[in-house]
Nanobody, 127 residues
Framework: QLRLVESGGGLVQAGGSLGLSCAASGRTLSSYSVAWFRQAPGKEREFVGGINWNSGETDYADFVKGRFTVSRDNAQNTVYLEMNSLKPEDTAVYYC????????????????????WGQGTQVTVSA
């Protein structure tokens, strides 16, 4: 069974940077696609960005393009989310999710397509 654990959340001022980690255990992430989602209070969970482990292809939501970067470390079996130029509207609980193999695109953008989820980590951006 694949287990995902996020870390790295916290409080940061607007314009600052923060890095999140998603460490996997139980299985290697090879052949998985891993994505980051976020959910703010009163809002639906939304796709942030993701990476196809085998191909390395990435995909991002328009609202984070140029600010956030998703990367992976094979040796650590970990996916990262580097967040720069943070805005107060980026405040949310951030989750990583994984699905074994994708079809038609390297990364799925709908939460329902993912089978494994971490517990989430809070990111708060102050104005």
């Amino acid at each position: 069974q694949l287990r995902l654990v996020e870390s790295g959340g916290g409080l940061v001022q607007a314009g600052g940077s923060l890095g999140l980690s998603c460490a996997a255990s139980g299985r290697t992430l090879s052949s998985y696609s891993v994505a980051w989602f976020r959910q703010a209070p009163g809002k639906e969970r939304e796709f942030v960005g993701g990476i196809n482990w085998n191909s390395g292809e990435t995909d991002y939501a328009d609202f984070v393009k140029g600010r956030f970067t998703v990367s992976r470390d094979n040796a650590q079996n970990t996916v990262y989310l580097e967040m720069n130029s943070l805005k107060p509207e980026d405040t949310a609980v951030y989750y990583c999710a994984a699905v074994l193999r994708t079809f038609g695109r390297p990364v799925y953008v709908d939460a329902v397509d993912y089978d494994y989820w971490g517990q989430g980590t809070q990111v708060t951006v102050s104005a």
